[in-house]
């Protein structure tokens, strides 16, 4: 059964960090691409950043589905603890939101079909 679980949420002032982490179970995720998603309260889910799984050996494309980010968050990979993170810096109140891994076997556009059961992210201003 495939699985994600996300970890590292938390309560941060602003202009703090946290790193998320979303750990593959039953799967390996570099055969996968997986993106980060975000739900603030009342507010539809968006993708925020994706990676793209490893293609003949080589690493994965990142695709920044929110621009507005980029200079702040930052994916990254370590598939031999079959795990990607969601490195976010400088974080504002704006980025409070429950936090969403999700594996894709196709690229970072397409349909993602395993979720993981997110994490909460508090920034305090």
């Known amino acids: 059964q495939m699985q994600l679980v996300e970890s590292g949420g938390g309560l941060v002032q602003t202009g703090g960090s946290l790193r998320l982490s979303c750990a593959g179970n039953g799967f390996t995720l570099d055969d996968y691409a997986v993106g980060w998603f975000r739900q603030a309260p009342g507010k539809e889910r968006e993708g925020v950043v994706c990676?793209?799984?490893?293609?003949?050996?080589?690493?994965?494309?990142?695709?920044y589905y929110d621009r507005s980010v980029k200079d702040r968050f930052t994916i990254s990979s370590d598939y031999g603890k079959n795990t990607v993170y969601l490195q976010m810096d400088s974080l504002k109140p704006e980025d409070t939101a429950v936090y969403y891994c999700?594996?894709?076997?196709?690229?970072?556009?397409?349909?993602?079909?395993?979720w993981g059961q997110g994490t909460q992210v508090t920034v305090s201003s």
């Open positions: 999700a594996a894709d076997q196709g690229s970072c556009i397409g349909e993602f079909y395993t």
């Open positions: 990676v793209s799984g490893v293609v003949r050996g080589e690493e994965g494309s990142i695709y």
